[in-house]
């Protein structure tokens, strides 16, 4: 991009870099609460403080805290006075007529040393009460004037996102969503006219994806930079696109009043701190800005791994080949007669862990989801040997045991809903939030938090856990009102004492591995995976659809960091046995499946999947997500995903395409430079898959590549390496 300089193109109606709503000053516009407000147009900068990184450090990062001030004279409502104020004041409500000061307003950009991502929140004190019921983390002013770019020429990406089709991408010129044209020559103002997404509750990605990006163009419609953000949130958020002549703006928000009920009072010893966001401007189109995030992701998971003393367990824990009984196989009935067919399998094929998921412990047969809570072994499902019995056998065929647990429950049939007082569950208008026959624990409460510890610390001296799946099945809705001003702040302070929770147990068991799971990616954001090894992108079942998830969840998740299930059974047929497991091979191959009623050729099929998936994992960190054939189509007859090289790195890329339905060929632009090389199914094991017919690969003047796949009449995929 252009350098800056302080003659550069300034960008015309510049916004406030901080918006914040109150109950007494609101917005200059009606039509717009979270934006031209009154608060954040009153604000005036006071002074910059930068720091720089020691040398040889890249893993703290550069700092620019900008602090702005208002004085509580400057935030009046319009046409009123001091005088009327002061005839409403009472000792326990804000007092903006009695006191000489106001608010202090900072606002932090940091930036590791080598990535071009920046990640930002806002802090605001106050010299007396002062009631916020929405504050900005981020609001950005997008350069178009100094690249020469304008709305009509913009695209938005977003991702919808619901129980089993998460990231669900979808691109649009942006005067085809709510910003339409308003012709701003004949209607001056601001446009009232938005662009949102937002999630309420703690399903952070339940029904939309806290990123999005936005794609400048000129004239001629060829990307001249993009801007990508990320809310780094594990509860309630908004984000939102506004315009105004000429220009646009990107908000992003932790919970507030208008959609979260959420408000707060600020005062000398109460300041108050908004949820991170990261942000990423680059040159050219929206593969560019994404890349800059996957390199922002990783640092922070660095970072944090770092601040944790957990570095080296880190970086073992990103080889880590995982078998899961669940999904397609057992569904939560894990049995001494199921298991031990299955651990001899898994041993087969080299799984590394061995997680038994849901029903472990339960010893009603049936009751595994409203009885949960207490997390002690059944006492009928494993015979003589038992838990401990089991999980010596899958150390004995040289795996870790695993065990999947969802730590924040409590069934509301679980003796342990009687034993723990009111105060460790969320709770509104004075009883126990209940949802699908379970209490949500309250992590402010240290009877709440103790309990969880003493549960995880007992799985892992008892049985030597070596990996967690933490599920999280069940939502405590807009919060809770114990202790707390608003529902929305219990539960922003809730979801901050669960991410000090998760940092405590890394510190304490810095070598135990840590799915995040909830009802599989309904909780996939960065305040969880910043911390955690592992996400299940789905509880999808159906390898048609699970194609489509994951080769579009390179948007919103790291590739070492994706759980894509590879259930391949005996039954299916070659390709759809292909196409599954290829579905996992460039992310993390989450495997599942009935192993034990595999033959030697289809366990030698898998045995290929974790073989390749093993070599790429060695040089994954390196790449970047890549899609050559545009933004996959949840939808789409053909699916296009790949990894390919950061600059300046040697390693080699690789590509995912599948074939879901529709015509036989598939073509997209390829680099004269560049060619492909099937390497999954594997080219020298033709017996392993004998029904896989080849693909055949040929280029054009025009430089495309057109692939052909072998046949027509069931789906398939094929895995290659990008050779030079």
């Known amino acids: 991009m252009t350098p800056t300089s302080p003659d550069g193109v300034a960008q015309r109606d510049a916004k406030p870099i901080v918006e914040i709503s109150t ?23 006071d002074h910059a403080r930068a720091t720089t990184p020691p040398r040889h450090d890249d893993m703290t990062p550069y700092r620019l805290e900008i602090t702005q001030t208002a004085s509580f004279d400057a935030l009046q409502p319009h046409g009123r006075t001091f005088g009327d104020e002061a005839t409403e004041h009472t000792d326990s409500s804000p007092c903006p007529a009695q006191c000489p000061s106001g608010i202090t307003v900072t606002s932090v950009f940091e930036a590791y040393p ?8 806002t802090r605001i004190s106050a010299d007396a009460p002062f009631i916020v019921e929405a504050i900005s983390s981020c609001n950005l002013t997008l350069p178009m004037d100094a690249n020469d770019c304008d709305t009509e020429h913009a695209t938005i990406l977003w991702a919808d996102s619901a129980w089993a089709v998460e990231n669900d991408w979808h691109a649009a010129p942006l005067r085809d969503t709510t910003l339409r044209d308003r012709s701003f020559a004949i209607n001056p103002g601001i446009s009232s006219s938005v662009f949102a997404r937002r999630s309420t509750s703690t399903w952070s990605t339940g029904t939309s994806q806290p990123d999005g990006v936005l794609e400048l163009a000129r004239l001629d419609r060829k990307p001249v930079c993009s801007v990508m953000w990320q809310i780094e949130h594990n509860g309630a958020w908004t984000w939102e696109i506004g315009e105004n002549f000429p220009g646009l703006r990107v908000a992003a928000f932790g919970p507030e009043y208008r959609d979260h009920q ?9 300041p108050f701190e908004t949820v991170p966001v990261s942000f990423a401007i680059a040159a050219g189109d929206w593969q560019q800005a994404n890349a800059e995030m996957t390199f922002q992701r990783r640092a922070l998971r660095r970072a944090k791994a770092i601040e944790l003393g957990r570095s080296n367990e880190f970086t073992h824990m990103q080889h880590t080949v995982v078998y899961n009984d669940y999904m397609n196989t057992l569904f939560g009935d894990p049995r001494l007669d199921k298991e031990l067919p299955l651990i001899d399998g898994a041993a087969k094929v080299g799984a590394d862990v061995f997680c038994i998921d849901a029903g472990w412990y339960d010893s009603t047969d049936g009751g595994w989801w409203n009885m949960v809570g207490e997390w002690q072994a059944s006492d009928n499902r494993f015979g003589d040997m038992g838990l401990a019995g089991l999980a010596e056998t899958i150390r004995v065929r040289g795996m870790g045991l695993g065990l999947w647990l969802e730590p924040e429950v409590v069934g509301i049939g679980s003796p342990l809903a009687s034993s723990l007082p009111d105060e460790a569950f969320f709770m509104r208008h004075g009883v126990r939030v209940s949802d699908s026959g379970r209490y949500l624990l309250d992590f402010r409460s240290p009877a709440a938090r103790d309990h969880v510890t003493r549960t995880v610390d007992r799985l892992i001296d008892e049985f030597g856990v070596v990996f967690f799946k933490f599920d999280y099945n069940t939502i405590p809705g807009v919060g809770t009102e114990l202790n707390a001003s608003s529902a929305g702040e219990g539960l922003l302070d809730h979801c901050r004492a669960y991410l000090d929770w998760l940092d405590d147990l890394r510190r304490r068991h810095p070598d135990v591995m840590i799915e995040n799971c909830a009802s599989g990616a309904m909780r996939a954001d960065y305040a969880q995976l910043s911390r955690l090894d592992m996400q299940s992108t789905s509880d999808q079942c159906d390898p048609l659809v699970y194609a489509a998830i994951a080769a579009g969840a390179g948007l919103t998740i790291l590739p070492e960091q994706q759980g894509n299930w590879g259930y391949a059974q005996q039954e299916m047929d070659d390709e759809t046995a292909i196409l599954t497991l290829a579905a996992g091979i460039l992310g993390r191959l989450y495997l599942s499946g009935f192993l034990d009623r595999m033959d030697d050729n289809r366990l030698a099929l898998v045995r290929d999947a974790i073989a390749l998936h093993r070599t790429v994992l060695q040089s994954q960190q390196s790449l970047v997500p890549w899609w050559p054939a545009g933004l996959p189509d949840f939808n789409g007859d053909w699916l296009v995903a790949g990894l390919r090289p950061a600059a300046n790195s040697n390693d080699d890329g690789y590509l995912t395409v599948w074939r879901r339905s529709g015509d036989a060929s598939c073509s997209f632009a390829l680099p004269d430079h560049v060619g492909l090389e099937q390497v999954f199914p594997n080219p020298d094991a033709p017996e392993h898959a004998p029904s896989a017919k080849p693909w055949s690969f040929t280029r054009g003047d025009d430089g495309m590549v057109t692939l052909t796949a072998g046949t027509t009449d069931v789906p398939s995929a094929r895995i290659f390496r990008i050779t030079r």
């Not at 109950?23 to 900068?45: C, K, M, V």
């Not at 080598?114 to 929140?121: D, I, L, P």
């Not at 959420?262 to 109460?270: A, M, S």
């Open 23 to 45: 109950p007494i000053t609101g917005s200059n516009d009606n039509r717009l609460e979270l934006a031209e407000t009154l608060a954040g147009q009153q604000l005036r900068f």
């Open 114 to 121: 080598g990535v071009s991502a920046a990640r930002t929140y």
């Open 262 to 270: 959420w408000w707060t009072t600020v005062d000398p010893e109460h």
